[in-house]
């Protein structure tokens, strides 16, 4: 802004200075008829022509201009003072009362961060500001050096520290970087991953060995149950076989007792009486067999039962581990 800017240049300011009230502004086909538009609708109360739009960079052109542009400021500002921090249909969260405060330059350091939007907007704007000031108040067109250079070393380091502020992110960038890619390598640790893997594999195998192995122990005992449940029934009828046998033995005796027989009756009950202690003691060997028979049943199904118990201890141990 130490110089008359260019009609081009001009486009840009009054476009930031636009988007201040509305983000979304744009220039249609015909910029000098939208700034004359917006201007009147803002009931701007000096008239400006289209052609002073178009040679904006002209000395006798560029103060009308530049006196239209603080007045929308000066019009933002008033604006922001009176809503407060609130924000209406017309005005973006982000614009604040401080935005075009008036203030010396040297200010900026230290009420705004070099990365901050509004920062970066301030900064422009209070040079912008300074610049004019020192250009209204010089008799000719020419300013000083040394005010020319305190300025442009104010704006200098204003960036200075902007510059420094994102070499320090990048190192702590850098630095996380650094860190996170420690930890992917150490994640993706070949020998690690295969023994992990082995692992898995193994404990796999060991819970499939002993589902199967508890499928097949269930089968075995169901139907051991079953068997030792066929061997009680037929111990039951020989026990119920035994007992009619006995009553008739102890009959028969008692009617021998009480009655004479011949000798061929003796003969013929004594064979009779022969078949059945034959017949007795078959059934007593077939109780006997039975019994021993359950009695295999039974040690099996605890064998099993042990089996299961030992096969699950074990996948137990490996899990653990």
């Known amino acids: 802004m130490l110089q008359l800017p260019s009609s081009k240049l001009f486009l840009k300011i009054f476009e930031f200075v636009m988007k201040q009230i ?12 939208d700034i004359l538009d917006f201007v009147k609708g803002l009931h701007y109360p000096y008239n400006l022509s289209r052609s002073s739009l178009q040679q904006a960079g002209t000395p006798h052109t560029w103060p009308p201009l530049l006196a239209m542009l603080n007045w ?3 019009t933002i500002n008033f604006s922001d003072a009176t809503s407060g921090p609130g924000t209406t249909a017309a005005q973006p969260a982000h614009l604040t009362p401080r935005r075009f405060e008036a203030g010396p330059l040297t200010n900026l350091t230290s009420e705004t961060s070099p990365l901050d939007e509004e920062g970066c907007r301030a900064v422009f704007f209070e040079f912008m500001k300074e610049s004019y000031n020192v250009f209204m108040n010089t008799e000719d067109e020419t300013i000083s050096d040394a005010k ?8 200098t380091t204003y960036f200075e520290e902007a510059r420094q502020e994102v070499a320090l992110d990048v190192e702590n960038l850098k630095t996380e970087l650094s860190r996170k890619e420690a ?13 992990l893997q082995e692992d898995k594999e193994i404990l796999e195998k060991l819970l499939s060995d002993l589902i199967k192995e508890t499928q097949r122990g269930e089968k075995d005992l169901q139907g051991y149950e079953e068997v030792l449940l066929d061997k009680q029934q037929e111990l039951k009828k020989c026990a119920e076989i035994t007992a009619g046998i006995q009553e008739d033995n102890a009959l ?5 007792q009480e009655q004479r027989f011949s000798k061929d009756d003796i003969e013929h009950m004594e064979e009779k009486l022969a078949r059945r202690k034959a017949v007795l003691q078959m059934l007593k060997e077939n109780r006997m067999h039975a019994g021993k028979e359950a009695s295999k049943v039974e040690i099996q199904k605890v064998k099993i039962m042990e089996e299961i118990g030992q096969a699950a201890k074990k996948f137990n141990q490996r899990a653990a581990r």
């Open 72 to 74: 929308l400021v000066q």
């Open 183 to 195: 930890t992917l390598e150490r994640m993706q640790d070949k020998s690690e991953l295969k023994k």
């Open 252 to 256: 028969l005796c008692k009617r021998i």
């Open 148 to 155: 020319s250079q305190e300025m442009m070393q104010l704006f």
């Open 22 to 33: 509305d983000p979304r502004f744009k220039y249609g086909n015909k910029p000098e008829d």
